[in-house]
Nanobody, 124 residues
Framework: QVQLVESGGGLVQAGGSLRLSCAAS????????MGWFRQAPGKEREFVAA????????YYGDSVKGRFTISRDNAKNTVYLQMNSLKPEDTAVYFC?????????????????WGKGTLVTVSS
């Protein structure tokens, strides 16, 4: 089992920045690829970003490219999502995920582990 706990959400004005953190415990964190998804009220869950177990490979959803950056610190068992130039449409609950396979994180509906989410609200 891997337990994931997100933090860092909150209220921010449009154009501002936030950094989300996801602390992992349980099985060896560095064995897993990690990612972030989000879900806005009344909308489907959306892929945001993924990072390989080593941190050497990353990919992003089209709506956040150039604004968000995913990173990880395997020594701290933590993955981060730096969000810049935030827009009201970024308002959502953000979920951290862990998955054995990196390449399918964006498309796999059955990822290994999910956190409970943290709310990000961007005001206009």
């Amino acid at each position: 089992q891997v337990q994931l706990v997100e933090s860092g959400g909150g209220l921010v004005q449009a154009g501002g920045s936030l950094r989300l953190s996801c602390a992992a415990s349980g099985r060896t964190f560095s064995n897993y690829a990690m990612g972030w998804f989000r879900q806005a009220p009344g909308k489907e869950r959306e892929f945001v970003a993924a990072i390989s177990w080593s941190g050497g490979s990353r990919y992003y959803g089209d709506s956040v490219k150039g604004r968000f950056t995913i990173s990880r610190d395997n020594a701290k068992n933590t993955v981060y999502l730096q969000m810049n130039s935030l827009k009201p449409e970024d308002t959502a609950v953000y979920f951290c995920v862990a998955n054995w396979d990196f390449g399918t994180i964006a498309s796999n509906p059955h990822l290994d582990y999910w956190g409970k989410g943290t709310l990000v609200t961007v005001s206009s």
